[in-house]
C-alpha cells in the first residue's frame, strides 16, 4: 500500500486571527508510515521563522534501536526542553495566550510543563525498551528524532517547543468540533479538484530512463506532430529551449514563466513552453508533455507536478523521468481512470564512474571537461581558475545567463576547433541541457538547502553525472528547424565519464552510482485558497489519502507575517504566499512590504513609486561604493529579486502593477552589471578551497554526532529532489550559495 507524508504547518497561536494564518502554503513533513490514519501532527501557524522540518527518515521498526543511544538522545532531548521551559515559557511573559488555552494559573501551567517533559522520557524509554521508533508507534520520539536528523539540536529545539504548544492545545476542541475539523478537511481526493479534466478519458504515457535514452526526444516529437500542446518543465532555460525550437520549425509558440510571458502576436491557435506551475489547466489540447516527473516528489514544488498532471486537459499526456516514479504514477493512472503506457528507454551511451579524482589539478582537465559548481560566484571562480592554471579558454553555462548568451558559449565549448576546451556549469545541466561533455567532474558533492548543507542525493548525482558522454545538443535540434533527426545518438566507442575535483567527494560518487535511488511513494499537493478561506474559523486536523503528502512551499511560510499589517483577502495572501520572496535579502522584507501595500490600497505600483526598490544603486559604480566590490554585489542581486518579485507580481495584479516594460528593462541592467561584475571580478581559491573544506568537515562531523546520539536510527535513506532555489528567477542556481563566497572577491580586474 501507498504510504502518507504530512505537513506541519506552523507554531499554534493566534489560530483564529484570519485564513492566511494557518498558513496552507508552508512547509512539509516527509514521512513513511504503515496507515493513512495514523495521527496527524499540527504545528506552527504564524511565525516568521524558518518551518517545521523535513521528516526525511523512515518509519523502520525492524531496526534494533540501540539503548545506549537512545539514552543519549533522552538527555539532549529533557535537557533542551528543561532550557526552552525557563526561558521561552515563563508565565509572566505568556500569561494571555495560556489564558487563551484555558490556562488559568501558573501553577496549572508548571503541571502541564511536568506531564509534558514525561511524556518525552516515555517515548525515549518506549524506543530503548520496545524498538518503537515509528510514526505510527512512537509519535513523539519520531517527531522529535526526525527535527534532530534534519536539522541537529536547532530544528529539535523548535520541534520540542511547537510539540509543547500542541499538547497544551489538546483540550481545546470538543469531539464534536473535532469532527467537524475533519470533515472540512478533507483532503484525500484532490483529483476531484479538476472535474473538466476528469471528464476527459486521457492516454498518459510514461516515458521512464537514465539520462541519454531518448525518452525525452520521444516525448516532444509526439508534441511536435499535435495540432496543439504544451510543454511544461522544471526551469525557465528548459521552457526557453523548447520554445525556441518549436519556434525554428515555424511552429507559433508561447513562452510562460512567472517572470516573462511571450505570447504569438495575430496567432489564435499556438503551442505553449511553460515553467510547471504555469501550466494552463483550463485549455484543452490534444497533447501535453510533463517533464522530469519525479519531482512530483519533490519537498518544496512537487504539488505543481502534481497539479499538471492530474489538472491538464490534453487527450495525451507524456510524462518524461526516471524509473522510480513508474509504481505511483501507474497507482494515480488506476485512480483517476486514465489509461497509462509505460515506455522504458535504456541509456545510449555507457557511463561509468572513475578511479580517481583530478587531485585539486586543473592541470588534469580534458578536452571536453565540464566541472559543475551550484552559483554563479563559484562558477566565475572557477572559470579563472581553470584558465589561469590551463592557459586554455573554457565557457560558462548557467541558468540565469541570457538565452542568447547561454547558446553561445554552448557552441563554442561544442565546437572542437577552437580553444575553448572546457565548459564551468551550474547542476541546471541536470535538467535537460544536452552539452558535448566527456567528463563530468563535480566540484563539491554538498548543496545548501534552507537548513544549511546537506550532502546530494543519489539522485541529483545520477541525474548531473549522467549528462557525460551526450553528443547531441538542444541546440542541433534548434538549427535542424523542421529535420526529423534522432535521440541522442552518441560516438563509436564514447563512454561518459564521472569524477570530482577532490579526492574527499569521490567516494560518495562512486556510491551513489552504485546503487539506484528509492522508488517514490507519495506525490505533493497544494491546497486551493477557496479551502483556505474555509479554515478561518477552525483548527484543521485534516485526514489525508495515502498516496499524497502536503508540498507547501517552505521558503515562503515565514513571510506571511511581513504581510499581516495591510489588510488582504485570503487569495491575495496566498498568492503572496507562492511568491519569489527573499526575506534573507537586506531589503526582502521591506519590499514585501511595500508589494502587499500596493496590492492592499490596489494603488502605488509604479515602479518608480516604491522607494523600497533600491534603483539609485544604479547610478552609483563599484569604484565609488563604500563598502567595497563585495557588498555592491550584493545588493545588486538583492535589487534583482526585489524587481523579479515585481514583474511576478505583475502578471496577477496588472492593474497594480503596471510598470512592467520598465521593470525589464530594469532587470536586464542590473543582470548586466551583476554578469559584469562577476567577469571582472578576482576571486582567490585558495579561499574557496578552504570554505568547501570546512562544510565538508561541518557535514562529516555532523553525521558522526548523529551517529553517536541516534546509531542506525538515525540513517536516512529519503531522497530529496532539488531544482534549484525557490526564490530564483526560474528556480535556478542562487549567486552565491556562502556569504563567504563573496568575501573571495579581491577586487577588480577594470572598471566597469
Not at 283 to 309: C, L, P
Not at 553 to 572: A, E, K, L, R, W
Request: overall charge neutral.
Amino acid at each position: 500500500m501507498l504510504t502518507i507524508r504530512r505537513a506541519g504547518l506552523a507554531r499554534l497561536s493566534c489560530i483564529l486571527q484570519a485564513a492566511y494564518s494557518h498558513g496552507f502554503s508552508t512547509s512539509i513533513r516527509r514521512q513513511r508510515v504503515s496507515t493513512p490514519k495514523s495521527d496527524f501532527k499540527i504545528s506552527r501557524i504564524l511565525t516568521g521563522k524558518p518551518m517545521s522540518i523535513r521528516d526525511t527518515v523512515n518509519s523502520r521498526p525492524q531496526i534494533a534501536s540501540n539503548s545506549r543511544t537512545h539514552a543519549m538522545f533522552r538527555g539532549l532531548a529533557t535537557n533542551k526542553y528543561d532550557e526552552i521551559m525557563r526561558s521561552d515559557f515563563a508565565w509572566k511573559s505568556r500569561e494571555a495566550e495560556y489564558s487563551a488555552l484555558g490556562i488559568k494559573t501558573e501553577s496549572e501551567l508548571q503541571g502541564n510543563i511536568a506531564s509534558f517533559r514525561s511524556l518525552i522520557e516515555k517515548a525515549c524509554d518506549l524506543a530503548s525498551k520496545k524498538k518503537a521508533i515509528s510514526k505510527t508507534a512512537n509519535p513523539l520520539f519520531y517527531a522529535l528524532r526526525s527535527a534532530f536528523i534534519e536539522g541537529d539540536v536547532p530544528l529539535l529545539t523548535k520541534e520540542l517547543r511547537y510539540s509543547f504548544q500542541n499538547f497544551l492545545m489538546r483540550t481545546r476542541f470538543s469531539a464534536s468540533i473535532t469532527a467537524t475539523h475533519r470533515k472540512i478537511a478533507d483532503f484525500r481526493f484532490p483529483y476531484e479538484w479538476f472535474p473538466a479534466t476528469r471528464a476527459m478519458k486521457r492516454t498518459i504515457h510514461l516515458h521512464v530512463g537514465p539520462t541519454n535514452s531518448g525518452k525525452t526526444y520521444h516525448a516532444l516529437k509526439a508534441l511536435e506532430n499535435a495540432k496543439t500542446g504544451i510543454y511544461a518543465g522544471p526551469l525557465r532555460l528548459l521552457a526557453h529551449e523548447v520554445f525556441s525550437r518549436f519556434t525554428a520549425k515555424g511552429k507559433p509558440c508561447a513562452l510562460i514563466t512567472g517572470e516573462e510571458q511571450r505570447i504569438p502576436e495575430n496567432e489564435d491557435n499556438y503551442f505553449r513552453s511553460c515553467t510547471v506551475e504555469m501550466t494552463p489547466l483550463n485549455h484543452r489540447v490534444d497533447v501535453a508533455v510533463i517533464d522530469e516527473i519525479q519531482m512530483i516528489g519533490d519537498i518544496e514544488r512537487g504539488w505543481a507536478w502534481t497539479q499538471a498532471f492530474l489538472g491538464v486537459q490534453a487527450k495525451e499526456v507524456h510524462l518524461c523521468g526516471e524509473e522510480r516514479a513508474v509504481e505511483l504514477i501507474k497507482s494515480l493512472c488506476d485512480t483517476i481512470g486514465d489509461d497509462c503506457i509505460v515506455h522504458n528507454y535504456k541509456r545510449l551511451s555507457p557511463l561509468e564512474t572513475m578511479s580517481e579524482s583530478l587531485n585539486n589539478n586543473f592541470k588534469n582537465l580534458q578536452k571536453g571537461d565540464c566541472i559543475v559548481s551550484f552559483s554563479r560566484v563559484g562558477l566565475h571562480a572557477l572559470k579563472q581558475a581553470v584558465e589561469k592554471a590551463t592557459g586554455r579558454r573554457c565557457a560558462i553555462v548557467y541558468g540565469s545567463l541570457p538565452p542568447e548568451t547561454r547558446a553561445q558559449q554552448a557552441a563554442l565549448f561544442n565546437n572542437p576547433d577552437n580553444e575553448y576546451d572546457y565548459l564551468v556549469a551550474s547542476d541546471a545541466i541536470g535538467m535537460g541541457l544536452n552539452l558535448e561533455i566527456k567528463r563530468v567532474i563535480f566540484e563539491q558533492t554538498h548543496k545548501r538547502d534552507r537548513y544549511g548543507y546537506r550532502a546530494m542525493s543519489t539522485s541529483e548525482l545520477k541525474q548531473i553525472g549522467g549528462r557525460a558522454g551526450r553528443f547531441r545538443t538542444a541546440s542541433h535540434a534548434i538549427q535542424a528547424g523542421t529535420k526529423e533527426g534522432s535521440p541522442a545518438e552518441p560516438k563509436k566507442g564514447s563512454v561518459g565519464l564521472v569524477t570530482t575535483l577532490e579526492d574527499a567527494d569521490l567516494g560518495s560518487v562512486q556510491e551513489a552510482f552504485s546503487r539506484d535511488p528509492e522508488p517514490l511513494e507519495t506525490a505533493g499537493i497544494q491546497i486551493p485558497p477557496s479551502v483556505l478561506e474555509r479554515f478561518s474559523t477552525y483548527f484543521p486536523q485534516p485526514p489525508l489519502s495515502a498516496t499524497f503528502f502536503y508540498a507547501f512551499v517552505i521558503s515562503q511560510g515565514p513571510h506571511i507575517g511581513s504581510t499581516c499589517p495591510y489588510p488582504m483577502s485570503v487569495y491575495d495572501r496566498c498568492v503572496f504566499l507562492n511568491a519569489p520572496v527573499a526575506l534573507r535579502e537586506r531589503d526582502g522584507p521591506a519590499v514585501l512590504q511595500a508589494m502587499a501595500r500596493c496590492v492592499s490600497s490596489m494603488d502605488g505600483g509604479h515602479v518608480l513609486d516604491i522607494p523600497e526598490l533600491n534603483l539609485e544603486l544604479l547610478d552609483t559604480h563599484k569604484e565609488t561604493f563604500r563598502e567595497g566590490p563585495a557588498e555592491y554585489l550584493r545588493r545588486l542581486e538583492s535589487l534583482h529579486k526585489a524587481i523579479t518579485l515585481y514583474l511576478w507580481l505583475s502578471y496577477r495584479y496588472s492593474g497594480v502593477f503596471r510598470s512592467q516594460s520598465l521593470a525589464f528593462h530594469i532587470k536586464t541592467m542590473v543582470e548586466e552589471r551583476i554578469d559584469t561584475q562577476l567577469a571582472e571580478a578576482v576571486f582567490t581559491q585558495e579561499s574557496r578551497r578552504a570554505m568547501i573544506s570546512k562544510v565538508r568537515q561541518r557535514l562529516a562531523t555532523r553525521d558522526l554526532t548523529m551517529n553517536k546520539i541516534l546509531g542506525d536510527d538515525g540513517k536516512d535513506d529519503v531522497q530529496h529532489e532539488s531544482v534549484g532555489d525557490w526564490t530564483e528567477e526560474g528556480h535556478q542556481e542562487p549567486l552565491f550559495e556562502d556569504p563567504a563566497e563573496v568575501e573571495a572577491i579581491e577586487g577588480s580586474r577594470k572598471s566597469t
